[in-house]
């Protein structure tokens, strides 16, 4: 459930009407609803309220400050993957025993600054990561909490390039050399074992995978007890998807994946962490742009917007489909055109549907991409140099800028000549 609902026939974000964020901000913009992020926190909050939790939102779905220190004040955890994810998750107010640091390549610097600045468990990947994990902790006069993430070799059956948890990716340590590298992690003097940690992958839309991989860690810790090792949280991951559609095929809720949860380690008596990065930020978000021209083609016809891939890349990298609505509802029964939609950018790959069903429309008029709110901002470029597009907070009847556009003067500015030119 989101809070993008047309009120007296204009899409509004609670009670704010699209079309007066985009008079007063122009498009294209990014436009949150701090109901539904709230909303989508309490769900989790409530899926796992049967244990001992955290719930650490995954900053790269969206790293927006606001966003941030909306959900950190509603006592969300963060998972961070870089010192910069670390240093926005910090300046949002989030403590950092409520910091969870995952990724394969954590440098010395990274962990340093961690390590200094506080935090609650490194996720480690791997046993030259563990290494260097030990020996900047032992610099510092430090033990670092870790949790190691193995990687369980399931099919998460989700988008190839978003799947984590077979063994031929890249992420964690392979389930069957996982207690020889607990033991060894436990005998480096900069490293405290705290837990496990899984991530098989990000839009799941079947709870059958997350059931065969939290079977293997179940097993696991108590195999790891059995040697010794004081296993006491246990950090599930993300992952879980979200309607793109709306259609009868929603994946399941967070309240199932809970009890997902409950039935595969409920008895094990651990903390359990989880990383929801899209469920709680997809749906809270829309893309708003314009139509700039209507061009007529050989053989269709084609939206231009004032939005492109280099500002939401999900449906050119990905081949993802974002519903796309008109800010002013259409009458019911209206007629429908059929547009090829695209942005601006000189790339054929620019493209965000082919045949999509709109009511007809003409230059300026606004539309909206759905679920845009996770893995949308984020991945912006300025390629073609167009300035990365501001984002909106609503709240209520009121709203406010969080990231303004950037002025062309200041793109420019961040360069520098050299001396000889
Ligand atoms: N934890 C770890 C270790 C992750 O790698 C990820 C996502 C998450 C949590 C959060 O997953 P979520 O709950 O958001 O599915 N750019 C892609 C998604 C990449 C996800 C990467 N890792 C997209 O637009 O679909």
Known sequence: MDHFTYRAGVLCAEEVPLSLIAADVGTPVYVYSTATLTRHFKVFQEALSWTDHLICYAVKANSNIAVLKLLGDLGAGM??????????????????????????????????????????????????????????????????????????????????????????????????????????????????????????????????????????????TRALRDDGHDIRRLDMGGGLGIPYRRDNNAPPLPIEYGQVIREAVGDLGCEIDIEPGRNIAGNSGVLLSSVIYVKRGGDRDFLILDAAMNDLIRPAMYGAHHDLVPVIEAAPGADRAAYDVVGPVCETGDIFEKGAALPPLGPGQLVAFRSAGAYGAVMASEYNTRPLIPEVLVHGDQFAVIRPRPSLEEILAREALPEWL
């Open 79 to 220: 998972d961070v993957v870089s010192i910069g994810e670390y240093a926005r998750a910090r300046a949002a107010g989030v403590p950092g025993e409520r910091i969870v640091f995952s990724g394969v390549g954590k440098t010395r610097e990274e962990m340093r600054l961690a390590l200094e600045g506080g935090i609650r468990q490194f996720n480690v990947e791997s046993e030259p990561e563990l290494l260097a994990l030990s020996e900047v902790a032992t610099s510092l006069n430090l033990r670092a909490p870790v949790a190691l993430r193995v990687n369980p070799d399931v099919d998460a059956k989700t988008h190839e390039k978003i799947a984590t948890g077979k063994s031929e990716n890249k992420f964690g340590i392979p389930i069957a050399r996982a207690r020889e590298v607990y033991a060894g992690a436990a005998a480096l003097s900069g490293i405290e074992i705290c837990g496990i940690d899984m991530h098989i992958g990000s839009q799941l839309t079947d709870l059958d995978p997350y059931r065969q991989a939290y079977a293997k860690m179940a097993t696991l």
